[in-house]
């Protein structure tokens, strides 16, 4: 009897888990390995959304460092430090005059700043500190290579060329051809406010978001994001200048390249990029927008004395 009692006690032991028990540990299992999941997926996730921000941030230096050492060369060597031949004085008072075109086109002077506007800089100076001196252009193009660009994101592009190469004598604002650039990419701000601190004017950003908004209308909500200048001149009161100016129209050389005794002149340029990440395989996969940074330089025009 006890023997009988025995083996139905271990036949009910051994009768294992029922299949409602089974199913519930295993939903509870798909719960706790979905979070998990969930967790590692969102942690690549950002982790790819700011690897993409320290991209821009990497590119974007690198391009604003290389403009304010170039900017620190702009005017030099100077008239002053040579002799120019057929000149009444060294350094005219006003470049755009015929009378000193002589100095202006001497091959081995740097004038110092050519043209500047809000989307277009234009100097010349030993930037390589070479001996040779070289027109230097930092120009904001759209998608067609149009300056000021209609539509963006835009590309910052540098270029660099010898002063009157090729033998042919040319005035500084007349230097090319221009066929070689580095360029920034992505940049999506362009504004050209009438030479006061408004902002205003930003091209349209090409393109949707993944829920369909305008590029323009989501990322205008960035305060001043597609609408703020790229460059921006400030005299030594840090006061805006009004743009643009260019050394071919008359009067302008004392805004340019002025004397110690102007007080409404260009002694500093600030570089302003707002980068959008691309469209590709910079977007977002958690928000499913382009991660945005914005950096700024400015640079101190130690030549033009």
């Known amino acids: 009897m006890n023997t009988k009692i025995l083996r139905q006690k271990s036949a009910r032991l051994q009768a294992g888990f029922t299949l409602l028990e089974l199913m519930i ?12 999941f969930e967790g590692i997926n969102t942690v690549i996730q950002r982790s790819q959304s700011e690897q993409v921000k320290v991209d821009l941030t990497q590119s974007g230096r ?9 900017l620190h060369q702009a005017g030099y060597p100077s008239c002053k430090m040579v002799a120019t031949a057929g000149a009444a004085t060294n350094c005219p008072p006003d470049y755009s005059v015929p009378a000193a075109s002589s100095v202006a086109t001497n091959s081995a002077v740097a004038v110092g700043l050519v043209h500047v506007d809000n989307t277009l800089v234009v100097f010349e100076g030993d930037v390589d500190g070479d001996g040779v001196v070289d027109s230097v252009e930092y120009k904001l193009v759209d998608s067609n290579g149009n300056n000021p660009p209609a539509n963006c994101p835009c590309t910052l592009q540098r270029n660099q060329i010898p002063k009157n190469q090729n033998n042919i004598v040319l005035p500084p604002w007349a230097q090319g051809p221009r066929n070689f650039y580095q360029e920034l990419q992505n940049v999506v701000n362009s504004g050209q406010p009438a030479g006061t601190a408004a902002y205003g004017g930003g091209a349209p950003i ?9 590029n323009t209308a ?27 100016a260019d050394l ?14 102007n007080t409404g002149c260009i002694k500093s340029i600030r570089l302003t ?24 330089g400015t640079a101190r025009l130690v030549n033009n004395n």
Request: glycine share 10%; with cysteine; proline share 3%.
């Open 25 to 36: 540990v295993c939903a509870i299992l798909a719960v706790v390995l979905g979070a998990v």
């Open 62 to 70: 690198e391009f604003i460092d290389e403009f304010e050492r170039d």
């Open 206 to 214: 090409s393109g949707s978001t993944s829920w369909g908004a305008t």
């Open 218 to 244: 989501y990322y205008a909500a960035i305060s001043t994001f597609k609408d703020y200048p790229v460059f921006q001149a400030y005299d030594q009161s840090g006061n805006i200048i009004a743009l643009p």
């Open 248 to 261: 071919q129209v008359g009067g302008n050389t004392q805004t340019l390249n002025c004397g110690l005794a």
């Open 273 to 296: 990029i707002n980068l959008l990440a691309n469209a590709t395989t910079g977007t977002d996969l958690k928000t499913g927008v382009r991660p945005v940074t914005t950096l700024v």
